[in-house]
């Protein structure tokens, strides 16, 4: 059974930093392609960063690049994001998401097999 577990969220100002982390358990994390959603109430998931199941490869959303940064440690069976200059639009629960497939990133939640309860973002202005 996999499990996945965010943890690093908060309530920040705008421009300030937060670091989420996610770890898995259950399985093999380098078999896992992982992925970074955010979700408000009333819309619909969204994909913010994902990163390759080797590391060599990672995706950000429009929204977020140069802002966000996506990594991982295959061997703590964490994947990171580290974000930057927060803006009250980047409020949301944060979710990770493993993908098996061992393929390209995907960018649909549909596309991803576990995922965790989600760590809550709020940045007040």
């Known amino acids: 059974q996999v499990q996945l577990v965010e943890t690093g969220g908060g309530l920040v100002q705008i421009g300030a930093s937060l670091r989420l982390s996610c770890v898995l358990s259950?399985?093999?994390?380098?078999?896992?392609?992982m992925g970074w959603f955010r979700q408000t109430p009333g819309k619909e998931r969204e994909f913010v960063a994902g990163?390759?199941?080797?590391?060599?490869?990672?995706y950000y959303a429009d929204s977020v690049k140069g802002r966000f940064t996506i990594s991982r440690d295959n061997a703590e069976n964490t994947v990171s994001l580290q974000m930057n200059n927060l803006k009250p639009e980047d409020t949301a629960l944060y979710y990770c998401?493993?993908?098996?497939?061992?393929?390209?990133?995907?960018?649909?939640?549909?596309?991803?097999?576990?995922w965790g309860q989600g760590t809550q973002v709020t940045v007040s202005s």
């Open positions: 998401e493993a993908d098996c497939t061992r393929g390209p990133v995907e960018f649909s939640t549909s596309r991803y097999d576990f």
């Open positions: 259950g399985r093999p994390f380098s078999d896992y392609s």
């Open positions: 990163v390759t199941s080797s590391g060599r490869h990672s």
